[in-house]
């Protein structure tokens, strides 16, 4: 059993940043705000609703089950099209930062994880197979409008966080219970008691896991950016472990090192940050750089690309 460093916590420099880019995408996507929304609408001359359901990807799923409406998906070219290819192009080509940087309704758990002492919440890493259970829901998330005819906005935390900002903003409205049930998953079980508070990023958000699943092809090839591994730098101290809000790194075992899980990793750089050695970086080219010191040994594991 490998011991890992207690906590572990970035710079302030890379926190801020972070935490300065949500805010960001919050003011950008989610009502009262909705800035970009608001002025894609402006511009195009189409019509926006201005909140997150203007981005909502079941709205195609929806419109796939029924012939009548497969004209909508390419009739015109609105903010959900553009959108979905824009996230997953830049999930192709640059991984999810979306998820890492952009997404204030996955990181307001995260932060506010951080309130509570790690020997009160879960951890996830090497307990159960989040990779499964992740793609199981998208595949469920896809599935479900073609034999149950729709998905119900109530259980999505981005309409329940916008709500919420919007009740902090002086229009509150009274949450249904099942907002009450995705606030108390997303904000409470997958979150505050959730080592690195990105439970429910990890199981329940098929945006993420659509990202994820086109990432960890992308990453396969040498023109793409992601999270790249010198095992010959590293000294398996593990404080990128300790560090990944998303448990997307791990120990390997006997040989020491770390393994990647691509299906996990947001590329939120927090291990890049915390790594001493130089062993962690963002870039192009091979997932698993050559060995700079003689350890061998290290790099069959290191990678689960
Ligand atoms: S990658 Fe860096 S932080 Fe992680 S175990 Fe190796 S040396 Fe430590
Ligand atoms: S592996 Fe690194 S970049 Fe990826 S989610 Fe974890 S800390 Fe963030």
């Known amino acids: 059993?490998?011991?890992?460093?207690?906590?572990?916590?970035?710079?302030?420099?890379?926190?801020?940043?972070?935490?300065?880019?949500?805010?960001?995408?919050?003011?950008?996507?989610?009502?009262?705000?909705?800035?970009?929304?608001?002025?894609?609408?402006?511009?195009?001359?189409?019509?926006?609703?201005?909140?997150?359901?203007?981005?909502?990807?079941?709205?195609?799923?929806?419109?796939?089950?029924?012939?009548?409406?497969?004209?909508?998906?390419?009739?015109?070219i609105g903010l959900r099209t553009v959108g979905f290819f824009v996230i997953l192009g830049l999930a192709l080509l640059m991984g999810p930062l979306f998820c890492g940087w952009i997404c204030a309704a996955g990181a307001l758990p995260e932060y506010l994880s951080r309130l509570?002492?790690?020997?009160?919440?879960?951890?996830?890493?090497?307990k159960v197979n989040v990779t499964a259970i992740r793609y199981g829901f998208l595949a469920g998330y896809v599935i479900t409008p073609f034999l149950a005819g729709g998905i119900g906005c109530a259980f999505c935390?981005?309409?329940?966080?916008?709500?919420?900002?919007?009740?902090?903003?002086?229009?509150?409205?009274?949450?249904?219970?099942?907002?009450?049930?995705?606030?108390?998953?997303?904000?409470?079980?997958?979150?505050?008691?959730?080592?690195?508070?990105?439970?429910?990023?990890?199981?329940?958000?098929p945006v993420g896991a659509l990202q994820s699943l086109v990432h960890s092809i992308g990453a396969r090839f040498g023109f793409t950016w992601k999270l790249k591994y010198f095992p010959g730098n590293c000294k398996s101290c593990h404080r990128c472990v300790a560090a990944c809000p998303m448990r997307a790194i791990s120990p390997v075992p006997d040989r020491g090192g770390v393994r990647i899980n691509r299906h996990q990793c947001i590329l939120c750089k927090d291990c890049i940050e915390v790594c001493r050695h130089d062993a962690l970086a963002y870039g192009r080219g091979p997932a698993i750089e050559p060995a700079v010191l003689d350890r061998p040994a290290l790099e069959p594991a290191a990678a689960d690309a």
């Not at 509570?116 to 090497?126: C, E, T």
């Open 1 to 76: 059993m490998v011991r890992l460093p207690s906590f572990v916590t970035t710079t302030r420099r890379h926190d801020g940043r972070r935490l300065l880019s949500y805010v960001a995408g919050l003011l950008m996507f989610y009502a009262p705000f909705a800035l970009f929304t608001r002025l894609w609408g402006w511009a195009t001359g189409t019509r926006t609703a201005g909140s997150i359901s203007d981005l909502c990807l079941r709205m195609q799923i929806n419109w796939l089950t029924n012939p009548a409406q497969w004209g909508n998906l390419f009739g015109e």
């Open 116 to 126: 509570v002492p790690d020997r009160f919440k879960m951890d996830v890493l090497d």
């Open 157 to 205: 935390n981005y309409k329940t966080f916008e709500l919420m900002v919007l009740g902090v903003t002086g229009s509150f409205t009274a949450l249904s219970s099942t907002y009450i049930l995705v606030t108390l998953l997303w904000l409470v079980a997958f979150g505050l008691f959730m080592k690195g508070g990105r439970g429910w990023c990890n199981f329940a958000c």
